[in-house]
Nanobody, 117 residues
Framework: QVQLVESGGGLVQPGGSLRLSCAAS????????MGWYRQAPGKQRESVAR???????NYADSVKGRFTISRDNAKNTVSLQMNSLKPEDTAVYYC???????????WGQGTQVTVSS
């Protein structure tokens, strides 16, 4: 199991930017896939962005062109750069790690992102 701690959330105006970080308790170099999910009030948790061990990325249609996921194996962190934020991006954002194909995911505790004027 890997422990994950998110940071970087907060309140931002529409059109603004935030950068979320997820620090892992150990090496992430061999982790199969890491990702960011979000859950808005009254809605189900949804995938936002994922990055594989080889660096392949995948994004939800709603964030394509605005969000960028990256991983730094040397620092054991995964980041999510969020630009052109919209009120509908407001949610609790969770970091997720799947250590190998078919493994039960590990989750962080989440960080709140609020986009409002």
């Amino acid at each position: 199991q890997v422990q994950l701690v998110e940071s970087g959330g907060g309140l931002v105006q529409p059109g603004g930017s935030l950068r979320l970080s997820c620090a892992a308790s150990g090496s992430i170099a061999s982790i199969y896939v890491m990702g960011w999910y979000r859950q808005a009030p009254g809605k189900q948790r949804e995938s936002v962005a994922r990055i594989t061990r080889s660096g392949t990325t995948n994004y939800a249609d709603s964030v394509k062109g605005r969000f960028t996921i990256s991983r730094d194996n040397a620092k054991n962190t995964v980041s999510l750069q969020m630009n052109s934020l919209k009120p509908e991006d407001t949610a609790v954002y969770y970091c997720n790690a799947v250590r190998y194909y078919g493994a039960i995911p590990d989750w962080g505790q989440g960080t709140q992102v609020t986009v409002s004027s």
